[in-house]
């Protein structure tokens, strides 16, 4: 049994920062990549950022050179710095692991206001 707990969202203004994060936690051997996508009201998940096991990373257009990911192996932990927060940023904000399988968090609302 794999489970990701995710934390850090809230209620922010425009321009605000807030710092997400994600800790898995089971039967876990290896993860590969790990990610955020969200999801807006009436709109599809969307990726924000993932982050491969080296590192690697790759941003949505919408959210380059305002939010970064980052991983910490040892504690099987996914963050998300998110700075210069817009409206349009509001939604629920999903972690993902891909081990043999992706395993999802049950997600953490964040609200930006104008």
């Known amino acids: 049994q794999v489970q990701l707990v995710e934390s850090g969202g809230g209620l922010v203004q425009a321009g605000g920062s807030l710092r997400l994060s994600c800790a898995a936690s089971?039967?876990?051997?290896?993860?590969?990549?790990m990610g955020w996508y969200r999801q807006a009201p009436g709109k599809q998940r969307e990726l924000v950022a993932t982050?491969?096991?080296?590192?690697?990373?790759n941003y949505a257009d919408s959210v380059k050179g305002r939010f970064t990911i980052s991983r910490d192996n040892a504690k099987n932990t996914v963050y998300l710095q998110m700075n210069s927060l817009k409206p349009e940023d509001t939604a629920v904000y999903y972690c993902?692991?891909?081990?043999?399988?992706?395993?999802w968090g049950q997600g953490t609302q964040v609200t930006v206001s104008a």
């Open positions: 089971g039967r876990i051997f290896i993860i590969n990549s």
């Open positions: 982050i491969s096991r080296g590192s690697g990373t």
């Open positions: 993902t692991i891909r081990t043999a399988r992706d395993y």
